[in-house]
């Protein structure tokens, strides 16, 4: 019996060391991954490219919505009540030289330039001179450029064109383009004034474009002024085919208002993405029933980089 005892008291020993003992047995040898293995983070990640898209045109339509700023044609159109006629971008051409522009301008320059000669002819009357007047909303929106670029167009179709320096704060007009020698502005009104001929020779600057002369400013203030407006331009629109009037920004002035009432066409330069909706909505309300006779035309900055500069010829 003692023996019996002695050999299970073993057994017992042994069992629980075997069961105490770290088995470091290797169940089988690591080796490195040959194929690639299909994950299925594939979808997350396509999934949040697609959230983030929706939640950028969610944003733009957003800033679109509530901008202060007009950002498109469409927005304009919503501002005016009359669709956008085409746009002037920043192309090389319409700024080194805007008169050259329905010559040298890219396709879509030329062609903005054409529709609104056609609808400027349009709502004049062949019995009697063109008259347009080009504005801005605000300073700097483009109506010089506008006005310049236009002449140029008219006179490549062959008509005799007079640009008429009405913007009295900013006259780039006359800096680039007047003739120290010529009498300009102040001789046309004070012909109107007195009721004598007036000499266009006397009167006139010459542009390097034919068919394109220029009444330029001197040093004089706010000569044009709203008693006088109607009979300076009915005078000026007699010197050519054509009579374009840089009015500059349409609040700046009472005699630039007033003229927009004497003109066929009023042509509407804005800025896009740089152009407050409440200041044109300002304008827009300045011309009255003179909308009916309103083309806009979107003015782009003036492009850069090494991609304008080889694409914009």
């Not at 042994?14 to 047995?25: C, F, G, I, P, T």
């Not at 805007?98 to 062609?111: D, E, I």
């Not at 004497?262 to 740089?274: C, G, K, S, T």
């Not at 083309?295 to 010829?313: I, M």
């Amino acid at each position: 019996g003692d023996e019996i005892r002695t050999i299970q008291a073993a057994k017992n020993e042994l069992e629980l060391v075997a069961r105490a003992r770290a088995n470091s047995q290797i169940v089988q040898n690591a080796s490195f991954p040959t194929a690639a293995i299909e994950s299925s983070n594939r979808v997350f990640v396509i999934g949040g490219w697609f959230m983030g898209a929706m939640l950028g045109i969610v944003v733009a339509l957003m800033w679109a919505q509530f901008s202060p700023y007009l950002i498109d044609e469409v927005s304009t159109t919503e501002v005016t009540g009359q669709p956008v006629v085409g746009t002037l971008n920043g192309s090389r051409a319409l700024h080194t030289n805007p008169l050259m522009a329905a010559q040298q301008g890219r396709g879509g320059v030329t062609q903005t330039l054409a529709q609104l000669a056609v609808r400027s002819e349009a709502l004049g009357s062949v019995s009697r001179p063109l008259v347009v007047v080009c504005i801005g909303p605000r300073r700097g929106a483009g109506s010089t450029t506008t006005a310049l670029a236009m002449a140029g167009r008219f006179a490549q179709q062959g008509s005799l064109v007079t640009l008429l320096d009405a913007d009295d704060r900013d006259r780039t007009l006359s800096t680039q383009h007047g003739d120290p020698d010529a009498g300009g502005l102040s001789e046309l009104i004070a012909c109107v004034d007195s009721g004598t001929d007036c000499k266009p020779g006397r009167i006139l600057s010459e542009t390097d474009v034919e068919g394109v002369s220029v009444i330029a400013q001197g040093d004089e203030v706010s000569l044009l002024r709203r008693a006088n407006a109607q009979s300076v331009i009915d005078t000026a629109s007699q010197f050519g085919d054509v009579l374009i009037v840089d009015g500059g920004p349409l609040l700046g002035s009472a005699a630039v208002i007033e003229a927009c009432h004497h003109a066929d066409a009023v042509v509407l330069a804005i800025p896009l993405q740089n152009q407050l909706r409440g200041q044109l909505e300002d304008a827009v309300q300045q011309l009255g029933a003179d909308r009916s006779k309103l083309l806009t035309v979107a003015n782009e900055p003036k492009s850069g980089g090494f991609f304008s500069r080889l694409f914009d010829r």
